[in-house]
């Protein structure tokens, strides 16, 4: 059974910094890729940022470019979203997700792509 528990969300004044942490299992690493996604409130969800578990290629919603970060640590099977310089539009429900059927090769950023889902943990940036 595939599992993925997300933790690390909270609030944060705006230019602040949250990591945000997945825990996988159950899943067959290597073929997969892993994501983020966010939901604001009357919004429709959308992509933040993507990761192949095997060779590390990575994918950023432009809104995440230069601010966030994604990374995973094999040992551990957790896949990380460190956020930086935080702004109140970062405010949000993230979703941590993986996709098993691209054969972890290339990473995708559309929510179809993505077939295991995580509860979500909120985010919310102050002003």
């Known amino acids: 059974q595939v599992q993925l528990v997300e933790s690390g969300g909270g609030l944060v004044q705006a230019g602040g910094s949250l990591r945000l942490s997945c825990a996988a299992s159950?899943?067959?690493?290597?073929?997969?890729?892993m994501g983020w996604f966010r939901q604001a409130p009357g919004k429709e969800r959308e992509f933040v940022a993507a990761?192949?578990?095997?060779?590390?290629?990575?994918e950023y919603a432009d809104s995440a470019k230069g601010r966030f970060t994604i990374s995973r640590d094999n040992a551990k099977n957790t896949v990380y979203l460190k956020m930086d310089r935080l702004n109140p539009d970062d405010t949000a429900v993230y979703y941590c997700?993986?996709?098993?059927?691209?054969?972890?090769?290339?990473?995708?950023?559309?929510?179809?792509?993505?077939?295991?889902w995580g509860q979500g943990t909120q985010v919310t940036v102050s002003s």
């Open positions: 990761i192949t578990w095997a060779s590390g290629i990575t």
């Open positions: 159950g899943l067959t690493f290597t073929n997969a890729a």
């Open positions: 997700t993986a996709d098993t059927h691209g054969g972890g090769v290339v990473v995708l950023t559309a929510i179809a792509a993505y077939n295991y």
